[in-house]
């Protein structure tokens, strides 16, 4: 799937909402997801129960957990930089964590647009049934459609 996101899929900008599926599905498979909605401090001063670290053995497991934590964040967050498309990986390398990555990538193209919302809707009402294509090609691409729409707050009518 890397090789997929890496070449054929990177982020782009318009293609964010496709994009941040794969690349969900690519950190959960490396077994990184969670590093998507998490973060940890380097110096903990509390352990998993919220009391105080008092002794230097707590210390160090807290700096080895640390430690672990920090090599699977950079784990996923050069795995998401990989699938980005080369002109964007400077303005998203800065962030610290991969969680930075992805909150500032979510805000920057997660958000619909007008005129984003205007090219979905117009690419669904002018799609025509191209010979060359097979049945299922068609299928599979009007689903794109549709949930991409979905995704974008629009209701498609049975009409429609």
């Known amino acids: 799937m890397i090789g997929d996101l890496s070449t054929n899929e990177k982020l782009g900008g318009s293609n964010y909402d496709m994009w941040h599926r794969k690349i969900q599905l690519l950190l959960n498979e490396r077994e990184v997801l969670e590093h998507l909605t998490t973060t940890m401090s380097a110096r903990a001063t509390k352990d998993k129960e919220n009391k105080d670290i008092t002794s230097i053995e ?22 998401m930089l990989y699938c980005i498309h080369d002109d964007l990986i400077g303005e998203f390398e800065i962030y610290p964590t991969v969680k930075d990555v992805w909150d500032n990538i979510r805000f920057r193209y997660g958000k619909t647009s007008k005129t984003r919302l205007r090219a979905l809707h117009l690419k669904w009402m002018t799609y025509s049934i191209d010979s060359s294509r097979s049945i299922a090609e068609h299928v599979q691409t009007i689903q794109a459609m549709l949930r991409d729409l979905k995704a974008a707050g629009v209701d498609v009518s049975e009409r429609e």
């Open 58 to 79: 707590e210390y160090q497991a807290s700096l080895v957990a640390y430690q672990e934590w920090y090599q699977k964040d950079h784990k996923a967050c050069y795995t």
